[in-house]
């Protein structure tokens, strides 16, 4: 059993940035790390995920301005996100799993919220 815990969120300007952390209670190091969003009113999305052998992969909508990262020895990953728009105002999630894309673990979000 992982457990997850987000932080990091809050209140920027278009064109800020803000750094997201997922401290995990146990080890990360053979997990597939992702992080997702929620807007109101829309489906969850993908946003990042690191594969165990650090592999990365992007949404479209992201690329270029948001890197996912890890420390395998603090247990935690992390979400640089650069160059804020308005629409990346979210709740973001950050998961976990043995598998990519098969996450059995979810923390409870941390909200972001970018001004124009």
């Known amino acids: 059993q992982v457990q997850l815990a987000e932080s990091g969120g809050g209140s920027v300007q278009a064109g800020g940035s803000l750094r997201l952390s997922c401290a995990a209670s146990?080890?990360?190091?053979?997990?597939?790390l992702a992080w997702f969003r929620q807007a109101p009113g829309k489906a969850r999305e993908g946003v990042a995920v690191i594969g165990s052998d650090g592999i990365t992969s992007y949404a479209d909508s992201v690329k270029g301005r948001f890197a996912i990262s890890k420390d395998n020895a603090k247990n935690i990953f992390y979400l640089q996100m650069n160059s804020l728009k308005p629409e990346d105002t979210a709740m973001y999630y950050c998961?976990?799993?043995?598998?990519?894309?098969?996450?059995?673990?979810g923390g409870q979000g941390t909200q972001v919220t970018v001004s124009s």
């Open positions: 146990g080890y990360i190091a053979n997990y597939c």
């Open positions: 998961a976990a799993g043995l598998r990519c894309y098969e996450y059995s673990y």
